[in-house]
């Protein structure tokens, strides 16, 4: 086990830790750590509303969680001797939750999947699902339940939401430039197109006064990926993988957190990973150069582990871009695999779960979500695809029609 | 080996057969053959373009394939019994090229990829690759390599580009008038936003004469895939797969085509698979009322076969929707797998392909590409993984940089 | 499709058809064709009893399949330019049942598997299975299902049983002696402890007369095993696979036949593969002087292909080298791994088999058994996995105990 | 994480602890911690020699690793309520090396695999390998590389290489009585042929004074898995793994010990795995009545977790049951598997590795050994399988002959 670079204790919140981490990226934030190349180490991770989520049947704290807070992340991680045109390879050796005692974070022996409310960011099919729902999972070893998604039980493919490295001053600029044309475009709309600069809790690590205050106002929020990788949500960086990241300031001033116990393609639910506290153990290295000698200038390169949970048999969904009211649209992936998303839902529905819990599960289950076809004018096909031996019941479709399923409790609603 | 009740003579065209199929979509389109539930057979299917396109080291051919004719479909097959609302079962016992010597047909032991030019349908990446390309590959049992794009050998992940049942009256007419008003928004558009009906080259069975006519002016292409399946290009539907259709008509009228050697997720170069003449054993069943019964109205659902090809390293790639240009866009996934795909191409010419290898290359092999994040506004991350093992060469980052293939002849243009 | 260089007509017998091939390993048994490096060919075969068993419920020809006439081999194929010393490149191309309709012999829609009696060979649990039995398997696409043997269907793992180069004088010689010395041990035991010389029934491709009566006296017979592969029984060697062979003589003589549609490691009935007439496409190449290079001087090196079926979860059973009568064996991996066979079984007629069915199950569906430890004196410990998903009914013990299923007509017995 | 009902302080050896656990089976060894059904525990675990073995350049400690004191292990766990006949089910939840700082012990970042010399136990291929030889392996997150086997890298298939309930007083006696009479059938073989019980450096819980003594005099070693399972060495049992054990006595009392970061079928150095301390999650539970609903009497039942480490491509070596000497011996898997290993060493060190180098890899890395062929009298096939991807060369055969690699400091001798 490497040295841990980044403790934090779990009873205390993001802010009163004896290093502090940030929650913006600005090529001015101070580094929390130095490391040197070939180095390993552990850096604990807050889960990414910084514990404001409880472990209770009520969805109240999903409606009103503070999008102004996150995401908590870990680091900047300064590498010594990066410099602008390298790439950054970062090892994931080993990602988990919080290694303690059952508590009452996130993290400790427990996680939860949220669909957020249309007014709080909505989701991905935020049309169909406008309120804001929740679903806590247990954990039991590397396999997740859930008493509010009854009778599936899967082994997470767990990893860390976010990682990136700092952006240059140029590059920030040109974030903010395009993110706000973009919300110039519909500024009242809700949810909103984009994220702009919020100094309003904003965690800069050692930043003060003044200094805080400059940076807290142009610093570009977390929300998005970027060329600098961040909050990426590819569900296939578990332990083993190796990311190749750009460098655009010295010190590549890598940082890391908002850490999902398990995800499906595309973390449909907004808040749809399992989300959790724990911990990630890194090693960093350097390619002197590298964004040069293999065209790597921006968004990471990246090679998954192989130790991701094992599924042979899939039971698999298509969509294509037609919306729900009938209007043909161009090639348009997104709403392919919502609308693939939507027919798997419709399909689970004839079991008796109800489209929430539908939806929380594709949300946490490793799914696999893939591009079909984007070329077939005007339609693309988009395809999802759900291991069956996560379901305890069985789930093909036979001409004895579906099993019904006692849904429990359900998935609270707020 | 089950009977062939849609036998082809690989020497003459589609339209000379002992049995005639069909390239359009018409629910008054007679079938062609009837089978009856828990029936095993095998139907002959023509490549998509019925020969057009040649072994040789010219892509003129490409340039002036004619769409009009596309694609040359085996059936329709009546499934006695078969109702609208039930669910047609087809599960796809086998499938490959056509089971002959050598000879001047895709399929015939060597298929083709195309990148289409933007005149004549243009691709995924159309606005960087406007002309038209062209690369053979050679089949050696499940392998194939070309020497259009030389050190890559790969197990072909075969299956039919196209399956589907017939659309009843009133479906069709929703499809043209939905497609109609995509078109009537940029009329002139090269390459067009659909395809409207086409009399010229429409073969429609047995019709003919004012029928013929009257049916040919209302039935639908088939590039895209719609509701009733149809051209959906799922690289996952191999051999072993099980497909439950909607049914529309009496009968259901199950036709199939576009057989694929290979292909990536996307099939990005349009003509993006490898293309072959070939041949399929189909079983069909039904579940009476099924559509109901499983919520399943549109789109079919399918449970991939458990003998694809198995691969354990990738080297990924990720994408955002940002445009090249720098404008922001909205969630937009079918932009950020482009960009990953451009990545992936940016990458793999410092190994000395040209850009269009790389690119013909990402049609043909069965690289994945994933919906990573659809809810991170305002960007989507798309990825593309790639199967180490297809390289003769090492082609992971490292500190040594790239190794330099001698890339041959290249990819030929016209 | 490569050209078919050993044609044979199925409504015909080993010894009527136009090429002639051959039924035991000696130097001097003459090629049947001539092959070069780089070529790709297809070769028919028989089954390995020439077409003696039927489908049908009986296990008669089981009981009385004449063991003189195994195993009908296709070839020799003389490799121009292969020497002793080299390396024999073998690439299975692909590997099928008789591309034919329906008909009456194994591998034209169906198989077989044979529990072989003590009086006529025996088999791995000969001891508890002293009587014949048989199962029939229909194939439909690559998936066998049997009446003999309900509620279970697999995707076949299909490969040839037997494949390898001709031996040279010496070996030949250094065969029969020690064979000769191991059943001079025991010469009247039964079943035998090995299969001496046997000139009845031989056939010798081309010889005739007193070159055939004494090739044929010296021949060695084709069951076991040996330095140039032969009847190895490796279920791995699926399409895609290459192997490489020892060459022994000049043109390294390559034999192939025992054609498997499926087989559990062991092929533990004896007969215990689905056993099927078929093709097999190759492609031969040499690496020249491979034999020193590579210090390969005896048993093939191989690499398996990449679409073998895909299973995810596993039930296994675990057995030591203590006899059933409770002696204690030191380090007996063969007991080790009859005694986790017959856990299987004691195990699956719990559900309603009968033994000999689970037998015949273990036999011919991918079940993968392993030497789990074999230093632990004094006792070897050996592993059997089952695909959990053949099974059509729960198969993992549970608090509720078994379901009872019907065994149907059960496996007939002679 | 569960809760710690086992801790150990590293720094002290396994009689020192606050909690004692045992290295002899016995029924009368009073459990140390008594658990229920459903319950969830953590175990920390003691390298099986205790910490004797260190990291440095030298054999000398394998050479005289006190057998006397083998396996440390864990428990026995009392399970409240399990009773003879019973079926106790273990999931295995997590096992990792000590969740420490990097120190002096195996499994504090490291861990060790040995050849073990002749006078001391020996090995699978003892009369090969007759000398002790040690590699140390280095961990970085869930993968092993080794100063003392160079160009090598791979992912652990971690598990505990033993556990098991405790066996009743008849059980015991029928152990001690058939061990025996296996050993007077020659009581002078070096190494032996069993180890009978062993008084010195018994370790047995609480028990002390006579009663101690009167245990040690009748408790039989740990080094061979018998019907309890025990020291079974399965590489598959990792986390995410359910084992079904008989239950001979109230309570079960179960252990668990020896803990492997990776391990090749067979354990073919003896001490082949990569020994290391760590710890283990556990949930138990029961089947009450299990042994005889599902015929479970001895050996236990087992799934495998579903996150082995993956690899698609292989190459495989084969052996029969002929002794170096060219001896023939009947349908012996044990030499035929032994006789495949010497032909994957012999293969390897045409690369550069010396014999040992390539045996100690096929110890610790995770290699599939198979029974490919157990009834082709009179040869038994088995296969062991090496994944190429470990190799940081290419590995497979071809024209171009081996790369040669350079063995480094090698495997150090005593």
Redesign the interface.
């Known amino acids: 086990?490497p040295?841990n670079l980044f403790p934090l204790d779990s009873t205390k919140p993001f802010t009163d830790q004896q290093v502090t981490g940030h929650n913006r990226w600005h090529p001015d934030i101070p580094p929390a750590v130095t490391v040197k190349p070939g180095d390993?180490f552990r850096a604990d991770c807050r889960e990414w509303f910084d514990g404001y989520i409880r472990n209770d049947d009520s969805a109240e704290d999903i409606r009103t969680a503070p999008m102004s807070k996150v995401h908590a992340l870990s680091g900047p991680f300064r590498v010594a001797g990066a410099q602008p045109g390298d790439?950054l390879?970062v090892?994931?050796?080993?990602v988990g939750?919080?290694?303690?005692?059952?508590g009452p974070l996130a993290g400790q022996?427990w996680g939860y999947t949220g669909i957020f409310a249309k007014a709080n960011?909505g989701?991905?099919l935020v049309d169909q699902f406008p309120d804001a729902y929740k679903a806590v999972w247990d954990f039991?070893?590397?396999?997740a339940t859930s008493r509010h998604v009854p009778h599936v039980a899967f082994?997470g493919i767990t990893h860390p939401g976010l990682m990136g490295t700092a952006p240059s001053t140029a590059m920030l600029g040109?974030w903010n430039t395009?993110?706000a044309?973009?919300i110039a475009t519909d500024p009242e709309r809700v949810?909103?197109?984009?994220?702009p600069p919020e100094p309003r809790d904003a965690v800069l690590t050692t930043l003060a006064g003044a200094e805080h205050d400059r940076v807290a106002a142009e610093a570009c929020r977390t929300?998005?990926?970027?060329?600098n990788?961040g909050?990426?949500?590819?569900?296939?960086l578990t332990?083993?993988s190796?990311v190749?990241y750009p460098v655009y300031v010295d010190g590549a001033n890598l940082s890391v957190g908002d850490l999902h116990f398990s995800q499906g393609?595309?973390?449909?639910?907004?808040c749809?990973a399992i989300e959790m506290g724990g911990f990630i153990?890194l090693?960093v290295d350097l390619?002197?150069g590298?964004m040069d000698?293999?065209?790597?200038h921006?968004?990471?390169?990246?090679?998954?582990?192989?130790?991701?949970?094992?599924?042979?048999?899939?039971?698999?969904?298509?969509?294509?871009s037609?919306t729900l009211d009938?209007?043909?649209?161009?090639?348009?992936?997104?709403l392919a695999?919502q609308?693939?998303c939507l027919?798997a839902i419709?399909?689970l529905?004839?079991f008796g779960y109800s489209p929430e819990q539908a939806y929380l599960l594709l949300g946490a289950a490793p799914i696999?979500?893939?591009?079909?076809?984007?070329?077939?004018?005007?339609?693309?096909?988009?395809?999802v695809?759900l291991p069956?031996?996560i379901f305890e019941f069985p789930v093909?479709?036979?001409?004895d029609?579906?099993v019904r399923i006692d849904p429990g409790i359900g998935a609270p609603r707020a």
């Open positions: 086990m040295q390993e790439l390879v090892d994931i050796l080993e939750p919080i290694p303690q005692e059952t022996g960011g989701s991905f039991s070893g590397r396999k082994t040109k395009r993110e044309a973009l949810p909103p197109l984009a994220l929300a998005p990926p970027r060329e990788g909050n990426m949500d590819i569900k296939n332990a083993g190796r190749f393609d595309g973390e449909i639910t907004f749809g153990d090693r390619i002197k590298g000698t293999y065209n790597v921006e968004n990471p390169v990246f090679m998954p582990g192989n130790t991701p949970p094992q599924y042979a048999e899939w039971l698999a969904f298509s969509g294509t037609v009938g209007e043909q649209r161009y090639l348009d992936s997104q695999y609308r693939a027919h419709d399909f529905t004839t696999e979500g893939r591009f079909s076809g984007v070329v077939d004018i005007p339609n693309s096909c988009a395809t695809y069956t031996a093909a479709p036979s001409a029609g579906p």
